[in-house]
């Protein structure tokens, strides 16, 4: 069974760069045609897309934080990261990791395993 | 403003049907299949549908559907269990991006 886990400091100093790393056990980062997102959900609203990357090392991000955020694979530990840059208050949330699979019958992907989450908050 | 509509909250009595919608356009729910996600207590959200598909372990109560832009999910004969937020999602392809709805807030009476 697939499991993810985030892992990160929960605290961050606003304009420094937030850093988060999601541990994928029960299966290998390099192999299959996955996707493994970041998403983040601040409190008492709703889930936010970051950003995902491909097994080979492409990436798409959201738009509204593309020119903040890096997502970034390392196949020999297993895991992927994310770092997003130059946080303010607004960056404060749960921040979650997925993988997507390819889903055949309606030829798309799907988000199929989730982390637990790590909360991280930006304060000085 | 999130890139999908959906109600703010829902409710709905044990054993009733209730039907939660997502209103996209044609770049996203009009193209693409719908992922539902159930999230209870603010824990990790959880995929119970998508298009019309039920993930494993998934109680079959649940059910999806689509017309043009608009995305539904429909729970039959709601137990407690099932109060919980609900998120729809897909990807939107003008944004290269994946859109959310704001969730809905389902409440069991």
């Known amino acids: 069974q697939v499991q993810l886990q985030e892992s990160g400091p929960g605290l961050v100093k606003p304009s420094q760069t937030l850093s988060l790393t999601c541990t994928v056990s029960?299966?290998?980062?390099?192999?299959?045609?996955?996707?493994w997102s970041w998403i983040r959900q601040p409190a008492g609203k709703g889930l936010e897309w970051i950003g995902r990357i491909y097994t080979s090392g492409s990436t798409n991000y959201n738009p509204s934080l593309k020119s903040r955020v890096t997502i970034s694979v390392d196949t020999s530990k297993n895991q992927f990261s994310l770092k997003l840059s130059s946080v303010t208050a607004a960056d404060t949330a749960v921040y979650y990791c997925?993988?997507?699979?390819?889903?055949?019958?309606?030829?798309?992907?799907?988000?199929?395993?989730w982390g637990q989450g790590t909360l991280v908050t930006v304060s000085s | 403003q999130s890139a999908l509509t959906q109600e703010a909250s829902v409710s709905g009595t044990v054993g009733q049907k209730v039907t939660l919608s997502c209103t996209g356009n044609?770049?996203?729910?009009?193209?693409?299949?719908v992922g539902w996600y159930q999230q209870i207590s603010h824990g990790a959200p959880k995929t119970v549908m998508f298009g019309n598909s039920l993930p494993s372990g998934i109680p079959d109560r649940f059910s999806g559907s689509k017309s043009g832009t608009t995305a539904s999910l429909t729970i039959s004969g709601l137990q407690p269990e099932d109060e919980a937020d609900y998120y729809c999602s897909t990807w939107d392809y003008s944004l290269s991006a994946w859109v959310f709805g704001g969730g809905t807030k389902l409440t069991v009476l």
């Open positions: 029960g299966g290998s980062i390099s192999s299959g045609s996955y996707y």
């Open positions: 997925a993988r997507e699979d390819y889903d055949y019958v309606w030829g798309s992907y799907r988000w199929n395993y």
């Open positions: 044609s770049n996203n729910i009009g193209s693409y299949a």
